[in-house]
């Protein structure tokens, strides 16, 4: 079977998008006109001193907008009647784990630059009626985010105009600016709160999809969960088609079978079979597309690792690593050096899975792993493969 490509966006908002530019470009060149310099001290205004310190308090004024964005988020699953899991902003991380709340503050990783937040799900979803009641409930928690930016531009866009703090409502205004076309966009496969309240909107599975990180941060979820992300996850698969989202929830999938110690379904097995002997026979599409294949490529090759240990097959390791290695990834990043290392370790060397590796199970180690629940999932994985 072949599979090809399929964007699951089905609008991409250049209308709106370009409307608020226009607004927001008026509105920054009437600020821009009003403020007001010391002419006979301008080379002191632009010090290298008040340039940092410029700087400076641009950085935190743009932390603090998001924070107030996924504040946003914050309030509105309070409102639903929620329980809070997990609070990204920036460097600021904050996990409820059963027995005690952890905080992470950190200097770089995933959404250094942004943020997220994920309810506790897996107490309340059993059947599918839950599943849709959370799927209208979602699309208000995303509103609640998109509702707190627009308030800081409307706030900022009213001082200027009013000629209060000029320059200081100049900087909220674009900060928040990019915030707010951001929630339109898709960057490095993070959708925007828009683009996912349109997806839930059109199509009420892809509630699924908006719940991948809650698949590791809730480890182990009940049975229902499991069902409904395999149920999705082959049903895409069926129709020969493949984008990020699947191939993100396939990941997930793939870990519970690690840890159950189960053979994949043969949607799954089919798709294997493709990626190995089709798409890493080819130069296959872009670099971020090519990542995620990559990916769920090393997460097969665990999962085929984990069932056979002593009787090893190591035809769809050697394509892997050939794939890499033609396209000189290595060289690119050392990320992809301890890809082939420590699968090297397991198919060539006989070691067992080499526990300072672990960040590569997962693409969320750096939020998570303060978390509990996904401490035992990796925990679980790594039983499988020593």
């Not at 706030?155 to 900060?175: D, P, Y």
Request: positive net charge; contains cysteine; aromatic residues 14%.
């Amino acid at each position: 079977m072949q599979y090809s490509y399929k964007n699951n966006i089905i609008r991409n908002f250049r209308n709106e998008k370009l409307l608020i530019n226009i607004i927001l470009s008026i509105i920054c060149i009437y600020g821009v006109l009003n403020l007001k310099f010391d002419k006979r001290n301008f080379v002191g205004t632009f010090s290298a001193l008040v340039i940092f310190r410029f700087l400076l308090q641009l950085a935190i004024l743009y932390y603090f907008s998001v924070i107030i964005h996924e504040l946003g988020h914050f309030i509105t699953i309070k409102m639903m009647g929620l329980k809070l899991k997990l609070f990204v902003a920036g460097p600021l991380i904050y996990i409820v784990n059963q027995r005690e709340s952890r905080v992470k503050i950190r200097r770089f990783g995933t959404l250094i630059m942004g943020g997220c937040v994920l309810p506790q799900i897996n107490n309340i979803l059993f059947d599918k009626l839950e599943l849709d009641s959370l799927n209208n409930k979602y699309i208000k928690i995303l509103y609640g985010g998109i509702f707190a930016t627009f308030l800081m531009v409307l706030i900022s866009m009213i001082s200027i105009i009013l000629k209060v703090g000029i320059l200081n409502s100049l900087s909220v205004l674009i900060i928040n600016w990019a915030i707010l076309i951001n929630v339109f966009n898709i960057d490095n496969n993070v959708y925007g709160d828009f683009v996912l309240i349109n997806l839930l909107k059109k199509r009420s599975e892809m509630i699924i999809f908006v719940l991948l990180n809650n698949y590791c941060a809730e480890y182990p979820l009940n049975k229902f969960l499991v069902e409904q992300a395999e149920e999705v996850a082959t049903k895409f698969l069926s129709k020969s088609k493949f984008n990020e989202l699947s191939l993100a929830l396939i990941d997930r999938i793939v870990n519970i079978s690690i840890i159950k110690h189960e053979k994949l379904n043969s949607e799954f097995l089919e798709y294997k079979y493709w990626i190995f002997n089709n798409y890493f026979d080819s130069e296959g599409m872009n670099f971020n597309l090519n990542l995620q294949m990559i990916k769920l490529g090393y997460k097969f090759l665990l999962h085929e690792y984990s069932l056979n240990k002593e009787k090893t097959q190591k035809e769809n390791y050697l394509k892997f690593k050939r794939y890499i290695m033609k396209n000189n990834y290595c060289e690119r990043s050392v990320y992809f050096q301890k890809l082939i290392y420590s699968i090297e370790g397991m198919y060539e060397r006989n070691e067992k899975f080499d526990i300072k590796y672990k960040g590569l199970i997962c693409d969320l180690d750096d939020l998570l792993d303060k978390c509990e629940n996904y401490n035992n999932m990796i925990k679980g994985i790594i039983k499988r493969l020593c």
